[in-house]
């Protein structure tokens, strides 16, 4: 017999623990759900009365909200007080690549995690199961359990891995029918107790359990293979724009072989987001770690592809325009890392930015999603310039025929689907002649472009 979950306390209310735990609440209404934060502006946006407003934007996910919050989906600033109810401790904090000190620029931060741990083990007066969201290296588990079981209260803590692989931009319906469910742990009580809650709408069989350092290490080969993928074909992309080949006729050529297959074949001006380069880097640390060269060099080569891929998409734009851009201005289509999604961490578009303003190009930003004080907070993270020349040269707006007007070049960074919408006749009309596009995402339509007097570099699409 497995212990009934009642109460469910979410660590840590960002784009893991919000969609998350809506859809657990969703799914299992007689589960008391509450996510908490010790950013008490982002718990206010999550309680906002008017649902469009939460703080994660993802389809489908603020109509989940809509109707679980206040029924058994909560909100809340009171940390304590939702560990010391809950029997489920799900962990859903920010492990950012460290910045700082042994492991600077690959290894995993782990100090938010700690503090949760210490945290739980200070409010926790009854046992405990303690689940691993966050992505993690291998053998936080360890950590953790040490913290728990050396300052808490006597009390039974159980660690379960149970590592999220929701995309962003389709979170709520990875959510509601995931490929798996994956959860590892030693306790066989405590595991069956997490399958339960995924059985209110998870097939059994899609419910896998490991062990809990086979189920840590699943997460980064997932995105460590993902990314690979892509850097593979962006390393191919570069070859068919030499030799006259179109890469995404090789991608569809290749992606009918059912070994390989479709998906995360889509040549790009980069990948981006929270997890594959931060994953990576984790994977190459661990390995460094265990003296295993040879496994940390070959993985880090798809985190060089890709930076590769990021400078060439700018240097190519710096060389079309007669080796200049300086005060040139350069209209950018999209600034989050992927469409449908409002979260820009790692995203190509910064690093694309970064190098031509390195070069003194004026940057106008359209984004459907992204706000502009987000915009200037990640070109200002990056240190690179002051934030007055940032404010300066880069200006955002919310009119993507106004951040075309008079511009010398338009750069696709992001493949919203409204990009391939616009009256391309009339962007041409507004343009300084000749007027260029630069399509880091190859979704606009290159001839059609082209016949009206564009002339279009498509990623990976020789001339
Ligand atoms: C990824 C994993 O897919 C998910 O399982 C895990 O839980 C978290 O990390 P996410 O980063 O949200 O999800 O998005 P994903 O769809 O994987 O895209 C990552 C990046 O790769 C994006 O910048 C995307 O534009 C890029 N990409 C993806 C490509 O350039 N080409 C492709 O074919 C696919
Ligand atoms: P992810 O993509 O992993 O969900 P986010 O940065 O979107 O990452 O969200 C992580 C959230 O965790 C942030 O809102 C942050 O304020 C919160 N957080 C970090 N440490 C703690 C902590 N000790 N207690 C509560 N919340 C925390």
New binding site residues.
Partial sequence: MSKKITKICC???????GPTMAVIAQKCPDIKVTV????SR?IAAWNDEDVDKIPVYEPGLSEVVAEARGRNLFFSTE?DKAIDEAEMIFI???TPTKTYGKGKGMAADLK?IE??AR?IARVAKDDKIVVEK?TLPVRTAGALKSILQNTGNGVRFDILSNPEFLAEGTAVQDLLAPDRVLIGGDSEESIRALADVYANWVPEKNILTTNVWSSELSKLTANAFLAQRVSSINALSELCEKTGADVNEVARAIGTDSRIGPKFLKASVGFGG?CFQKDILNLVYIAKSYGLNEVADYWEQVVLMNDHQKHRFADNIITTLYNTVSGKKIAFLGWAFKKDTNDTRESAAIHVADYLLNEQAEIVVYDPKVTEEQIYADLDYLNTRDEKENRKLVTVVNDPYKAMKEAHAVAVLTEWDEFRAYDWQRVYDTMLKPSFVFDGRAVLDREQLTDMGFEVYTIGVGR
């Fill in positions: 660590i840590g209310a960002g784009y893991v623990g908490v934060d010790i950013n982002r940390v859903s904090v920010n938010y503090l949760c945290q966050s929270s």
